[in-house]
Structures are given as structure tokens and as C-alpha cells.
């Protein structure tokens, strides 16, 4: 059984139904389409939301017949590429979600070393695509993350150190606008939206494509030590007291959750990603020192690098994020984070400590309008469930979250912010948020992309700065 898209009045500065039905070359998936209930599903299983329509789209085409149907008919409006969604916003009740997710293209230019990818690529996907030329881009830290989120709130991840963060090596966007017209935007094509786009999220269009900066990259080299959490707090000193001197073809993520066959633990995962891998395994190395259980030194594909991060959080299980960022620990965090752990309410549930360094630190703030250009941990308090009510996991991670707020500095990484709302957006943005509501005011002033971290426009000339 399907039911029909109800759309009662044509507009004339709009797509009728009809027009959009005989236009839209990609799917439409409407409640009671015998794919709706597992198109309509993200990576967190706690996110149950029931969409009027999803329209999965075959290109930049569908995009924008989808963006001007949406604004003739006032639809409130959800955009969807790799379908990660943590906090669900790439989802919207009774509305339209336009679904990137089979926009998968990659176009390799050996020669320039500039690939023009999709949105709907997962960073896994897209690694893969590159690697039998060699060569790679910057990502996050694992493969099912969606390439459209990741890249637009800034993109931290292995690679942050020696190469900086994913928008570091954007050269271009093509992208539909809130009036539904397909744009580029470069350093000299609407530098003013290029620039915005650089971690500024999907508050200013729908991009389509791409284009970014390759790198050679064949191997890396991969450090894995877990301690048991009776040794957590040597082995936390020994993580900040590497990472606040780490050159910049180290990366290290901690971890501090429970492990199978060893129970609560800490996890220091550490990747080497410069040329010579005797230097690379004499860095390591040092990790041995708090004499972990497990010490394992490899190299690998960056591609099994990225597949290694999956296992330990798959798709439908409940969760629910807490971040701050923190620009060194202290003895006493250490010792206060230590405690916030042991007080997990699920084995499943954990602290995740992403360092932020080097190239990635370097670019001046407001060079890109991602703001967060210094050397930082990004920390994520992560509650992950699989039955049950909620309250408690979601209880844990916030009051645990309060609990370190005296060590935190302003602002977080905004693909690791929840509904924090508009303070916290603002704070991560600093300096910079002034100038992204002038950019709202000039392409979305209706705030039609506002399901997202969201930069408000100027309402009766007051911005609320």
C-alpha cells in the first residue's frame, strides 16, 4: 500500500506535484512503502522519526526539483547523506528528508591529485575508491561515518595532524541553495559561501559534490595498547604527556570503556602516518612503558585503519553523546574523568578523547569558519545501550559531562554537538558566528536549512549577538 503526495495548492514560484513526480529521476519512499522503515533508519537506533517523504535523489537535478517542491509547499525539511545522524537531524517528522545517500560518484584526476566526490559516500566508501591509485584524503576516524556530515562541521580524524581537518583540503563545492539553484562555490567562486561551508555545516545549502585535495598515501602504521583501568590513570598520564608534544604524523584516540575479555580498560589507539615506519615504531613504542596487556604495532591500510573503529559501535544500537573540548589535562581531570567512568551505567558506554594538533591547529581561525584552531582534545562522553528506557544512559552522559565542565574551554566541535542549542552553537563558532549570520542573512534568510547546528538569521534586525 503507498500513499500519494498531498501537495493542494501549485505555486507558482514552485514545482507542483506533478512536475516534481515526472522531473525527480531518484526514489520517493512515502509511510507504507515496503522500504520505508528501513530507509527512515540511522545509525542510532534511538532516533525514531516517521518522515512525510523521503527522497532519495539520483543527482544534483534531484536536488534542487526536491529544495523548490519543499518551498512551495512549506515542508519542513531534513538532509540526508551518509544517514550517521547521532542526534537525528538528518531526519524530520511529517516533512521531507532529501537523501543524498545514492549520490556515490568519485572522479579520480591522478595526474592534479584532486578527486570530485558525492555526498553520499561514507568515508569508508570514499577510502576505498581512492586507494587503488594510492592515494587518500583526510577523514574522520571510521568508516561508516557519512563524507557530507564529516566534511561539513570541519572533519577531525587520523589524518588532522599532517594534513589538517577534511575542509583543509576542499578545493570546491557544487551545491543547491535555499532558492534551489546549483552552485560552485571555490576560493574564487563565492568565496564568501566557500568559506562558510568550511565548518559551517549544512546551514547554507545542500552540497552535492566535492572536490578535494589527494595525498599518496599506501600504508600506515598502527599502534594498539590497552591497560587495564587499574592502570588508567598512568596510562592517561603517559597519553597527555605524548600527545602534548606528538609531531604531526601521530595521532592519538584514548578510549576508556570496558573491552571484551579484559572488562573496564583503557584503549590508546595510535596511528603513524609519516614516511619512515622505523621512526613511526620508535613513537609508538613509548606507549609501552605503562606495561599494557595488549601491544600490538602493524602496518595497514588506511582503509583497515578506518574499518577497525566500526565493531565497537554499530548501526541500530541506542545512543546518546556529551562533548566538551579541553586543552590539556591536569592531573586532577585525569583523576576526575577516571571517576566519571567508573560510573557508567553500561558496560557499552564510554569516554572517546580525540587530539587535535598540528596542521589542523595551525590555520588561522578565521581563515575557515570552523573556529576551533588550537591545540585541544575533543572529548565525547558516549552512552550506548541496547534495551530498556533511556533516562539513566542519557542521565549518565550529561551529569558526568557537567561534572568535567571546570576543566572545559569554550566551544565544541560541532558534528559532536547534540541540542545543546543556540549558545553552544554560537560558542563554537567564536569569533567567527558574527560573519556566518551575515552569510544566513544573504542565503538562507527564511532559514529554510534549519535542521542542522543551527545559525539563525537576523530576525527584526536583532541577531541575538
Not at 56 to 77: F, K, L, S
Not at 168 to 184: H, I, K, S
Not at 410 to 430: C, H, I, T, W
Request: charged share 20%; glycine share 12%.
Amino acid at each position: 500500500m503507498t500513499s500519494e503526495i498531498t501537495l493542494e495548492k501549485p505555486a507558482a514560484n514552485g514545482v507542483a506535484r506533478g512536475q516534481f513526480e515526472q522531473h525527480f529521476r531518484g526514489q520517493l519512499i512515502r509511510p507504507g512503502d515496503g522500504a520505508y522503515d528501513q530507509v527512515r533508519q540511522v545509525w542510532n537506533g534511538a532516533v525514531d522519526k516517521r518522515p512525510a517523504l523521503i527522497a532519495r535523489c539520483a543527482d544534483g537535478d534531484d536536488v534542487a526539483t526536491a529544495v523548490r517542491m519543499a518551498r512551495a509547499e512549506g515542508w519542513p525539511v531534513a538532509i540526508r547523506s551518509g544517514g550517521h545522524s547521532g542526534n537525528g537531524l538528518s531526519l524530520v517528522d511529517d516533512g521531507l528528508v532529501i537523501d543524498l545517500s545514492q549520490m556515490k560518484r568519485v572522479t579520480v584526476d591522478v595526474e592534479r591529485q584532486v578527486a570530485r566526490v558525492e555526498p553520499g559516500l561514507t568515508l569508508g566508501e570514499l577510502v576505498q575508491a581512492l586507494e587503488p591509485f594510492g592515494l587518500i584524503t583526510p577523514t574522520g576516524t571510521c568508516s561508516g561515518n557519512g563524507l557530507g556530515g564529516a566534511t561539513l562541521g570541519g572533519g577531525i580524524g587520523w589524518l588532522m595532524g599532517k594534513y589538517g581537518l577534511i575542509i583543509d583540503n576542499l578545493l570546491a563545492c557544487e551545491m543547491v541553495t535555499a532558492e534551489g539553484e546549483l552552485v560552485r562555490a571555490s576560493a574564487t567562486e563565492r568565496p564568501d559561501l566557500f568559506w562558510g561551508l568550511r565548518g559551517g555545516g549544512g546551514n547554507f545549502g545542500i552540497v552535492t559534490a566535492f572536490e578535494m585535495r589527494l595525498y599518496p598515501l599506501e600504508e600506515v602504521l598502527m599502534g594498539t595498547f590497552i591497560y587495564p583501568f587499574s592502570q588508567a590513570g598512568e596510562a592517561m598520564r603517559l597519553y597527555r604527556d605524548v600527545t602534548a608534544q606528538a609531531p604531526d604524523e601521530l595521532a592519538v584516540m584514548a578510549v576508556l570503556t570496558t573491552m571484551p575479555e579484559i572488562g573496564p580498560a583503557v584503549a590508546l589507539f595510535a596511528c603513524y602516518s609519516g614516511d619512515d615506519f622505523g621512526q613511526g615504531e620508535r613513537q609508538l613504542n613509548v606507549f609501552r612503558q605503562a606495561q599494557p596487556l595488549v601491544a600490538v604495532v602493524q602496518p595497514m591500510s588506511y582503509a583497515s585503519l578506518l574499518a577497525m573503529m566500526d565493531p565497537a559501535a554499530p548501526d541500530g544500537r541506542f545512543y546518546h553523546d556529551a562533548a566538551y573540548t579541553v586543552r590539556g589535562f591536569s592531573d586532577e581531570a585525569i583523576d576526575a574523568l577516571l571517576e566519571q567512568v567508573e560510573q557508567r551505567v553500561s558496560p557499552l558506554a564510554g569516554v572517546i578523547i580525540q587530539h587535535v594538533h598540528g596542521a589542523a591547529s595551525r590555520v588561522p581561525a578565521g581563515e575557515t569558519s570552523f573556529a576551533l584552531r588550537f591545540d585541544h582534545y575533543a572529548v565525547l562522553h558516549s552512552s550506548a545501550w541496547e534495551s530498556g528506557p533511556a533516562e539513566p544512559h542519557v542521565r549518565w552522559a550529561e551529569e558526568s559531562r557537567a561534572a568535567m565542565a571546570r576543566f572545559a574551554s569554550q566551544g565544541v566541535y560541532v558534528n559532536f554537538l547534540g541540542d545543546e542549542g543556540d549558545d553552544a552553537v554560537r560558542a563554537s563558532y567564536g569569533s567567527n558566528y558574527r560573519r556566518l549570520v551575515e552569510l544566513k542573512n544573504k542565503y538562507d534568510p527564511a532559514n529554510f536549512f534549519s535542521r542542522n547546528q543551527n545559525i539563525r538569521p537576523t530576525v527584526d534586525g536583532d541577531s541575538g549577538l
